[in-house]
């Protein structure tokens, strides 16, 4: 009877030890879960400067850009990721000469949105769990 009385109290710690582990388990799984702050939190970029096709010389494009999202963790990713960004935009306006893009800045929305979408993916396919809400042009100079 004393062996029977053990073993009850043995599988009852063993089973208020394993309910413990998944307690603590749960807790620790809501804790790194990805504040989302209800004011939007910006990155602005470094000045990007390039040379854009034109006849018969070449001209410049100047953004200033500044990158939007609501979570930290994002915003803490894209140090890191910037130079996978500015590549991304040196592919969107390569193939563009100084009349296509000056045409483009002027639906400056549309260009945002291209931006957004090439950024997140860009960011997608190196391995980047973040995303990105908005992409801002804060500034524009086309030569």
Request: glycine share 2%; no cysteine; aromatic share 10%.
């Amino acid at each position: 009877m004393k062996k029977a009385v053990v073993f009850l109290l043995v599988l009852v710690a063993a089973g208020a030890a394993a309910a413990g582990y998944f307690w603590w388990q749960l807790n620790q799984g809501a804790a790194k879960t990805e504040e989302i702050s209800v004011k939007p939190l910006f990155y602005p970029m470094e000045k990007f400067v390039m040379s854009v096709s034109g006849d018969p010389t070449s001209r410049y494009l100047v953004l200033e850009l500044t990158l939007v999202s609501h979570k930290a963790d994002t915003i803490a990713a894209l140090k890191e990721a910037t130079p996978l960004l500015r590549n991304a935009l040196v592919e969107h306006f390569a193939r563009q000469s100084h009349l296509e893009v000056k045409l483009a800045m002027q639906q400056v929305s549309e260009v945002q949105s291209e931006l957004l979408a090439r950024f997140n993916q860009t960011l997608l396919d190196n391995k980047y769990e973040q995303q990105l809400d908005k992409v801002l042009i804060t500034n524009i100079f086309i030569q």
